[in-house]
C-alpha cells in the first residue's frame, strides 16, 4: 500500500470513531434517566467528537489532491456514494456540531436539543451508509461484498465505544449498567 492512502485509512477510522461515539452518547441521551445537569455536562463532554470530525476531513483533503475536489465532489449529490459520502458527512459534522453549540451556549431547551440530536443521528447513519457503499466498487472485488458495511459497523461501534467510555467518564455521567458497559460487550461479541 502506498503513502497517498494513508489519508484515506485515517479520514475513515477517525470518522468511524466519531459516527460511534455519538452513537454511544446519543444513546445515553436518549434513553437513560439523566438529571438535568448530568445530561447538559454529556452534551458538552462531545466536542472531542466534533474535533474528530474536523481533524478527519482535514487530512481527506490530501487524499483528494486539494479541498476544493472535495466540494467538487459533492456536487453529483444523490447519483454518486462519494458524492453523499461528502454531503452527509457535512450535514452530520454541521448538525451536530450545532447541537453541540446549543447545548454549550445553553440556547433552546432539552426538546428542542433533542430534535437536532435526532436529525444528527439520521445525518450520522446516512453517512456511515454512503462510506460503506463507496468502498463497495466493482473495481475492488474484495470491498465488493456485504462484509463491507459490516465491517464499518463493527469498526464505528468499537472505536466510537472506546471514545464515548472516555466521555462517560469525563462528564461523570452516572449511566444505566447495561449502556456502561454496551462498548465492552461489544468488543467482546
Keep these: 500500500m502506498g503513502w497517498n ?9 477517525m470518522a468511524q470513531g466519531a459516527v460511534g461515539a455519538f452513537w454511544w452518547c446519543s444513546l445515553a441521551l436518549l434513553v437513560a434517566p439523566l438529571a438535568p ?3 447538559l455536562r454529556l452534551e458538552k463532554s462531545m466536542l472531542p467528537i ?3 470530525m474536523g481533524l478527519a476531513f482535514a487530512i481527506s483533503s490530501a487524499h483528494l489532491g486539494s479541498p476544493m ?8 449529490f ?3 456514494p462519494l458524492s453523499n459520502e461528502i454531503v452527509f458527512g457535512g450535514m452530520f459534522a454541521a448538525v451536530g456540531f450545532l447541537h453541540w453549540l446549543m447545548s454549550w451556549r445553553r440556547v433552546g ?3 428542542l436539543r433533542t430534535v437536532v440530536l435526532a436529525l444528527a443521528l439520521a445525518c450520522s447513519f446516512a ?3 454512503n462510506m460503506a457503499q463507496f468502498y463497495r466498487i466493482p473495481t475492488v472485488p474484495t470491498w465488493d461484498t456485504p462484509l463491507t458495511p459490516a465491517a464499518f459497523l463493527v469498526t464505528t461501534l468499537l472505536l466510537g465505544g472506546a471514545v464515548a467510555t472516555a466521555l462517560f467518564s469525563w462528564s461523570n455521567a452516572t449511566l444505566p449498567p447495561l449502556l456502561r458497559a454496551g462498548p465492552l460487550v461489544v468488543a467482546a461479541v
Excluded at 492512502?5 to 477510522?13: Q, S
Excluded at 475536489?69 to 456536487?75: D, E, K, L, M, Y
Design 50 to 52: 466534533w474535533i474528530m
Design 37 to 39: 445537569d448530568v445530561r
Design 69 to 76: 475536489r472535495g466540494v467538487n465532489a459533492s456536487f453529483r
Design 5 to 13: 492512502e494513508w489519508p484515506l485509512m485515517m479520514f475513515t477510522a
Design 78 to 80: 444523490l447519483q454518486a
Design 127 to 129: 453517512f456511515l451508509w
Design 109 to 111: 431547551g432539552a426538546a
